[in-house]
């Protein structure tokens, strides 16, 4: 049988207060006794007790045992005042190993909270189990809410509730509530609301309303739920090949912007910078393949010879006015052929229009080769979305080169350093250490970040951040070491002004105040072109101020002041 303790009972004489509240209860908020409780003396007594004889009692011991040593007296030979003491040091020890460990003990005890020590509450607890006399059954635990939000309802109407249980039952798809509603912004709701009750989680602070979900229907994401806030920032204004530009940037990391702006001063007080763009070209390569390597060969003659190239261009650019087919790459694996087209797509970024027009060549090509088997329209030849050398080698998209001579007054006054070490950081650092690294075409000190802000502003694909982001930073002291030449070479920035994202209100709009919204009808491709320019002049102002501040040793000063926050953010947004 299983017998617990029962809980004392409250003495006689005790005496209540009138709300029902122990005295001691009131100077106490825990019933839960303390390890230390158990002690006779006040705790830092009895810690300088032990502590004392801990230490007392070891210097006398290693002082006998010298004098053992020194008078070869065998140590296991003890008196009884040093029994005494090695008891004492032993005793000592433990408690005071039980000291360190104490609170240790007292996670335990609080774990055992509705066990005996409890008696404060639950009294039913310490009775013999299976007694008759119980007569109210023991209450059942309380279970853990999984998420202390409460869950919002969005809905308008008791339809909107049928179609809810709907979607949660398994009636409705819930990818296809836009069609059978004919309101996106409704099935948004509707589909936030499902989820919510699916998962027990709120989306509370998830906005909803403020947003045209027509927008991206069919174009930018399915199943809509909301949408996410991202500040934009402005640098600049950016000079460059004349001409001003106040350049949005949409991220999260603190100090980014304000350094990029920095850059774009020291560079506008020194005279602006220059670019040049020394390709156009957006890439897509099928892999095809055949019996044998002979006939994978004859191919791979058959594309690289110029006298066929004009027949194909013919058949490729029948997918869009605007793509133009410039060459065929080809290289061979095995019985495997993987050809990378290469063609300009206005000012489009062109991965939909390249890939058309590369059907339409295989289309062809069968033809004459029936034999081919077509594995797939992308063979990772291309590169899309994936550090690879080709393109950095080759290129993709837009190939950018921007410079700008930096005085030396704007070194020590702007960027509070100098030239010598800008230079010496710079080989250190963006060619040495990123060799030693590996990098595959991450010679720079933050390329990313600039292209990643601009690209989520202005409606750019992120996820092709990773080639766009292939940069090379140099710097030259020029005039006897008084000047600072900086140079950015890209050779795949992958950037459209019509398409995607940048139909959507605010990326559009961020385009606008760059000057490149839409397509150019006079000169098809020039808003793309110049778009690129502008990405490559702001990664060239990012790399300036971020180096400067390393070689300053403001790096992370700077972050600390601008890249941390002390605000409760979970309050500010309640």
Not at 83 to 93: C, G
Not at 105 to 110: A, E, G, H, L, R
Not at 469 to 489: F, P, W, Y
Not at 538 to 567: C, D, F, P, T, W
Request: net charge neutral.
């Amino acid at each position: 049988m299983d017998v617990r303790r029962r809980a004392p009972k409250p003495s006689q004489q005790t005496t209540v207060h009138d709300n029902g509240t122990h005295p001691d209860h009131q100077r106490h908020k825990s019933s839960t006794p303390k390890a230390s409780d158990a002690l006779p003396l006040p705790l830092y007594l009895t810690n300088a007790v032990f502590f004392t004889l801990f230490f007392s009692v070891a210097y006398y011991l290693l002082h006998r045992w010298r004098d053992k040593i020194r008078n070869s007296t065998p140590l296991h030979v003890v008196t009884l005042s040093e029994i005494a003491a090695i008891v004492s040091l032993i005793a000592s020890f433990i408690y005071l190993l039980g000291f360190f460990g104490i609170d240790f003990v007292q996670s335990f005890i609080s774990r055992a909270s509705h066990d005996a020590w409890d008696l404060d509450h639950h009294h039913h607890n310490f009775l013999i189990e299976n007694d008759p006399r119980r007569s109210q059954p023991p209450p059942q635990p309380t279970p853990r809410c999984l998420d202390p939000e409460p869950l919002t309802s969005t809905l308008s109407s008791e339809e909107d509730e049928e179609i809810v249980k709907s979607v949660l039952s398994g009636t409705i798809a819930s990818y296809s509530l836009e069609s059978q509603l004919g309101d996106c912004k409704r099935a948004a709701s509707i589909r936030r609301e499902a989820l919510q009750r699916m998962t027990g989680r709120s989306l509370q602070g998830l906005p909803l309303e403020g947003f045209n979900y027509e927008s991206i229907l069919g174009q930018c994401c399915e199943m809509p739920i909301g949408y996410v806030q991202i500040p934009v920032g402005i640098a600049g204004p950016l000079l460059l090949d004349g001409f001003e530009y106040s350049v949005p940037m949409a991220t999260t990391e603190g100090c980014l912007v304000a350094s990029t702006n920095r850059g774009c001063k020291a560079i506008h007080i020194s005279g602006g910078a220059s670019s040049m763009l020394l390709k156009d070209g957006m890439t897509r390569a099928p892999v095809v393949r055949f019996a044998s390597a002979k006939r994978a060969s004859e191919l791979k003659f058959f594309l690289e010879d110029p006298v066929n190239f004009d027949a194909l261009s013919v058949v490729f650019n029948r997918s869009s006015r605007f793509a133009r087919l410039q060459g065929i790459q080809c290289s061979l694996a095995g019985k495997n052929l993987y050809m990378r087209f290469t063609c300009s797509t206005g000012d489009a970024m062109g991965m939909n229009m390249v890939s058309k027009g590369v059907q339409n060549v295989l289309d062809f090509l069968q033809a004459d080769f029936p034999d081919m088997d077509i594995i797939g329209i992308s063979g990772n030849f291309c590169s899309d979305k994936k550090p690879a050398a080709v393109n950095w080698i080759e290129g993709r998209g837009k190939s950018v080169v921007c410079e700008a001579i930096i005085k030396e007054e704007v070194v020590k006054k702007v960027l509070k350093t100098n030239v010598a070490a800008l230079v010496e950081l710079n080989m250190l650092k963006n060619l040495a250490g990123s060799a030693i690294a590996g990098a595959l075409g991450g010679f720079n000190a933050h390329a990313s970040n600039i292209v990643s802000a601009v690209f989520i502003a202005t409606g750019q694909d992120p996820a092709q951040n990773i080639e766009s982001s292939h940069c090379i930073t140099m710097m030259e002291a020029l005039n006897d070491g008084k000047d600072l030449h900086i140079s950015v070479t890209m050779p795949s920035i992958e950037v459209g002004t019509v398409g995607g994202g940048t139909q959507l209100a605010s990326q559009s709009a961020c385009l606008n105040l760059l000057g490149v919204k839409g397509a150019n009808k006079e000169s098809p491709g020039s808003n793309s072109r110049l778009l690129a320019t502008i990405v490559a002049g702001a990664v060239l102002a990012g790399e300036l101020s971020l180096l400067s501040a390393i070689a300053a040793g403001q790096l992370v000063k700077s972050h600390m002041k601008y890249n941390r926050s002390s605000k409760d953010v979970t309050k500010v947004a309640s």
